[in-house]
């Protein structure tokens, strides 16, 4: 192959589609590169051969052998980014809230360990264009519903179909954990007890089906098979994890001590608004959190204004592990704002390369998939962003070039379209 050098990656990126064999060895130099482990290259030599990262290395008062390359990209006073991980959403799993046929990311029934979001992904999603635009790049897929809602796989968002888009196929089981009860205003003591009895059935329902699974998993001889116990199999072995999704400070101690009494090996908790109340209890079980949206409201009235926004930075100085993440209303959309969600955490105590480990490495640590993803590491996939500025401020994010597993993706969208349309249109440009 003939040796080129690029001045920016947007050469490459427009030859690259066109040619029609793509450069093998390439060369990014002089970015400013955020590893994602909190390391950082001021003037970086990032090299990628095929779809893994060969090397990464600071390259100052290095002098660089262009011909020891295919390709060599000039990314000066730019910024390089591992890919961002969308942790718990429902991205590509509905087309339209509106329209229930659309809506692929819930079963009826409440125990479905068995459903798979995996084989509901939709790769031609239309809102996916607009999250790559910001630079998420992976996503996990999530059931919603029922106690038991089903597994969740981790998916790059490119691709023709759901079998080139798995990255980890049944990663998890997700539980919705029953939510404590609470005396409601001017409700009667009947309802209050009839909503009691109702929560301790449900807890009696799950413990009973953990029980049953994992006698299940244990039995060598089973008279038939139980696709709903089947499911729960690895789980119970700690080869996959148990998801299990609670808010209320009390919900995550009663979770806490399920996954123990159960003992499950690879327990993660999704969302943890309070968790700022349980922090030493958190810190003790060793259990990593999927902590839910930054922008948001507290719980109660008498709770400090800010503590959603500083929770990150009370988690980071106990060293629980944890990622972020937007489970809530018009999550699918709201997943292009995922690294602003983590530059608000810096505004509140969090370093910049804190924040975006919290988007990046933690999150592929919490799934079991940090050997692939989630930092600019010898070895691992070569996915990652180019920023004209910081990506995880809402003012100077600015995607100019992005690769999963080494391929160079586009990075425009039915909104980028529409933009670029109307300068046209009025001659703005």
Same mark, same amino acid.
């Given at each position: 192959?003939?040796?080129?050098?690029?001045?920016?990656?947007?050469?490459?990126?427009?030859?690259?589609?066109?040619?029609?064999?793509?450069?093998?060895?390439?060369?990014?130099?002089?970015?400013?590169?955020?590893?994602?482990?909190?390391?950082?290259?001021?003037?970086?030599?990032?090299?990628?051969?095929?779809?893994?990262?060969?090397?990464?290395?600071?390259?100052?008062?290095?002098?660089?052998?262009?011909?020891?390359?295919?390709? #060599?990209?000039?990314?000066?006073?730019?910024?390089?980014?591992?890919?961002?991980?969308?942790?718990?959403?429902?991205?590509?799993?509905?087309?339209?809230?509106?329209?229930?046929?659309? /809506?692929?990311?819930?079963? #009826?029934?409440?125990?479905?360990?068995?459903?798979?979001?995996?084989?509901?992904?939709?790769?031609?999603?239309?809102?996916?264009?607009?999250?790559?635009?910001?630079?998420?790049?992976?996503?996990?897929?999530?059931?919603?519903?029922? /106690?038991?809602?089903?597994?969740?796989?981790?998916?790059?968002?490119?691709?023709?179909?759901?079998?080139?888009?798995?990255?980890?196929?049944?990663?998890?089981?997700?539980?919705?954990?029953?939510?404590?009860?609470?005396?409601?205003?001017?409700?009667?003591?009947?309802?209050?007890?009839?909503?009691?009895?109702?929560?301790?059935?449900?807890?009696?329902?799950?413990?009973?089906?953990?029980?049953?699974?994992?006698?299940?998993?244990? @039995?060598?001889?089973?008279?038939?098979?139980?696709?709903?116990?089947?499911?729960?199999?690895?789980?119970?072995?700690?080869?996959?994890?148990?998801?299990?999704?609670?808010?209320?400070?009390?919900? /995550?101690?009663?979770?806490?001590?399920?996954?123990?009494?159960?003992?499950?090996?690879?327990?993660?908790?999704?969302?943890?608004?309070?968790?700022?109340?349980?922090?030493?209890?958190?810190?003790?079980?060793?259990?990593?959190?999927?902590?839910?949206?930054?922008?948001?409201?507290?719980?109660?009235?008498?709770?400090?204004?800010?503590? #959603?926004?500083? /929770?990150?930075?009370?988690?980071?100085?106990?060293?629980?592990?944890?990622?972020?993440?937007?489970?809530?209303?018009?999550?699918?959309?709201?997943?292009?704002?995922?690294?602003?969600?983590?530059?608000?955490?810096?505004?509140?105590?969090?370093?910049?390369?804190?924040?975006?480990?919290?988007?990046?490495?933690?999150?592929?640590?919490?799934?079991?998939?940090?050997?692939?993803?989630?930092?600019?590491?010898?070895?691992?996939?070569? @996915?990652?962003? #180019?920023?004209?500025?910081?990506?995880?401020?809402?003012?100077?994010?600015?995607?100019?070039?992005?690769?999963?597993?080494?391929?160079?993706?586009?990075?425009?969208?039915?909104?980028?379209?529409?933009?670029?349309?109307?300068?046209?249109?009025?001659?703005?440009?």
């Amino acid at each position: 192959m003939n040796k080129h050098v690029f001045v920016i990656a947007l050469s490459f990126f427009s030859i690259s589609l066109s040619s029609q064999k793509k450069p093998d060895h390439i060369a990014f130099i002089n970015a400013t590169a955020h590893i994602g482990n909190g390391q950082v290259i001021e003037k970086s030599l990032f090299v990628i051969k095929g779809d893994k990262i060969e090397s990464i290395m600071d390259v100052t008062g290095i002098k660089l052998n262009p011909a020891a390359f295919d390709t #060599v990209i000039d990314l000066s006073d730019k910024h390089l980014y591992p890919a961002l991980i969308n942790a718990n959403n429902i991205l590509g799993l509905h087309d339209a809230e509106a329209v229930r046929a659309t /809506l692929d990311f819930s079963e #009826v029934g409440q125990l479905n360990p068995h459903v798979r979001a995996l084989i509901a992904y939709n790769t031609d999603n239309l809102i996916i264009p607009t999250v790559k635009t910001n630079g998420v790049l992976y996503t996990q897929v999530t059931p919603r519903g029922g /106690l038991i809602s089903g597994s969740s796989s981790i998916m790059a968002l490119e691709g023709w179909n759901w079998e080139d888009a798995v990255l980890k196929a049944d990663d998890g089981i997700h539980l919705d954990f029953p939510l404590s009860i609470e005396a409601r205003t001017n409700e009667s003591e009947d309802q209050f007890k009839k909503r009691q009895v109702q929560h301790a059935s449900k807890m009696e329902e799950l413990n009973r089906f953990f029980e049953d699974a994992k006698a299940y998993h244990n @039995s060598e001889i089973k008279a038939e098979t139980n696709l709903r116990f089947e499911a729960m199999k690895n789980v119970f072995a700690g080869k996959t994890r148990l998801y299990v999704h609670a808010n209320k400070a009390k919900d /995550l101690l009663k979770v806490i001590a399920f996954v123990q009494h159960h003992n499950i090996k690879l327990p993660v908790l999704v969302g943890g608004k309070e968790a700022y109340k349980v922090l030493n209890e958190l810190k003790r079980s060793g259990i990593p959190l999927m902590l839910n949206r930054v922008n948001d409201l507290p719980t109660k009235e008498d709770d400090e204004v800010d503590i #959603v926004f500083k /929770l990150p930075a009370l988690l980071q100085k106990d060293s629980i592990l944890f990622c972020l993440q937007l489970e809530g209303d018009m999550e699918a959309m709201q997943s292009r704002n995922l690294p602003f969600n983590a530059g608000n955490a810096v505004a509140y105590g969090l370093s910049k390369e804190q924040a975006l480990a919290a988007i990046s490495l933690n999150a592929a640590k919490i799934m079991g998939v940090s050997t692939l993803i989630g930092s600019l590491e010898d070895g691992k996939l070569a @996915s990652f962003v #180019v920023s004209d500025g910081d990506l995880l401020d809402i003012k100077s994010n600015l995607v100019i070039f992005a690769c999963i597993a080494g391929n160079p993706i586009q990075l425009n969208n039915k909104q980028s379209e529409l933009y670029i349309r109307y300068l046209n249109k009025y001659k703005l440009r």
